[in-house]
């Protein structure tokens, strides 16, 4: 069967894929109808639904009644996430009081700044905008998320909070969740856990084929150098990647605990394949 697939213009999301859209994982079961969106683009898509199968943000699965989540693909930090980045040197009590730019309202990475600081002042915007407008003062601080959580610096930003720290020790070690993939619950189990093993093997062969898959995986580099967004790939594609296991499914459990704690995201049912 021809399914809609959906995955971000990003370098981890790209090489996770890599197997699969460059036809060296196959399947006798689907065929890719392959789209890329902006992860906040892909959250709203996935409200309405429309993709049969999506990369979206953990915190957006709390409006996501129509999907399942699939147990590989997956971006998890480990003891690493999300930044906020300034010009300038902030406390935590001035930071509640400027105005931050975030990468959207449905993101993960909004999610936890809510959770580590409380209520704040935020401008959504791309998130490749962002470290532009901290640079340049238009907001007094960024959330930060994908290559830029490591390439602040040259952009001429200073990194003022760790997000993925604070999670390292505020839940003994669990890994920060980021980033899923979910299928339409309505195409039922089996064809749920058929795809996730087909993407499972596609995570696989593109770890097994690094350098192949970073050459693929370049065409989302968005001009960053090779060595950064290799560096990138790896820490985002890591074993709760191809299965996120207990931890995984342990993180996504705990985010929404914290969450539904201070009525951040409604009551829902969770499913994971």
Not at 19 to 42: A, C, P, Q, Y
Not at 152 to 177: A, F, H, R, S
Request: glycine share 8%; net charge negative; aromatic share 10%.
């Amino acid at each position: 069967m021809e399914i809609s697939v959906g995955h971000t213009p990003d370098s981890d999301d790209a090489f996770m894929f890599y197997g699969m859209l460059s036809g060296k994982i196959r399947s006798n079961d689907f065929t890719i109808k392959h789209v890329i969106g902006d992860i906040e683009e892909l959250n709203q898509k996935a409200v309405n639904p429309e993709l049969d199968v999506t990369a979206v943000s953990v915190h957006a699965c709390a409006y996501l009644p129509e999907y399942t989540i699939l147990r590989s693909g997956g971006s998890f930090g480990i003891g690493y996430g999300p930044i906020v980045t300034s010009n300038k040197d902030m406390s935590i009590d001035e930071l509640k009081n400027s105005l931050i730019a975030i990468p959207g309202k449905m993101t993960s990475a909004f999610l936890l700044l809510q959770l580590m600081i409380g209520k704040f002042n935020y401008l959504p915007m791309n998130f490749s905008d962002i470290p532009a407008a901290v640079k340049s003062g238009k907001v007094d601080a960024g959330l930060v998320i994908h290559e830029t959580q490591i390439s602040y610096m040259q952009e001429g930003n200073i990194k003022i909070l760790d997000i993925g720290e604070w999670w390292d020790k505020t839940t003994n070690g669990l890994p920060v969740p980021l980033g899923i993939n979910v299928m339409k619950t309505s195409f039922g189990e089996a064809s749920i856990k058929k795809f996730d093993r087909f993407l499972q093997d596609s995570i696989e062969y593109g770890l097994e084929h690094t350098t192949d898959a970073i050459d693929y995986a370049m065409q989302y580099g968005r001009n960053k150098p090779r060595d950064l967004i290799e560096k990138f790939v790896k820490m985002y594609v890591n074993n709760v990647t191809v299965n996120m296991g207990t931890e995984g499914e342990d993180s996504i459990k705990k985010v929404f605990e914290m969450a539904k704690q201070k009525n951040l995201t409604p009551e829902f049912d969770l499913k994971i394949v």
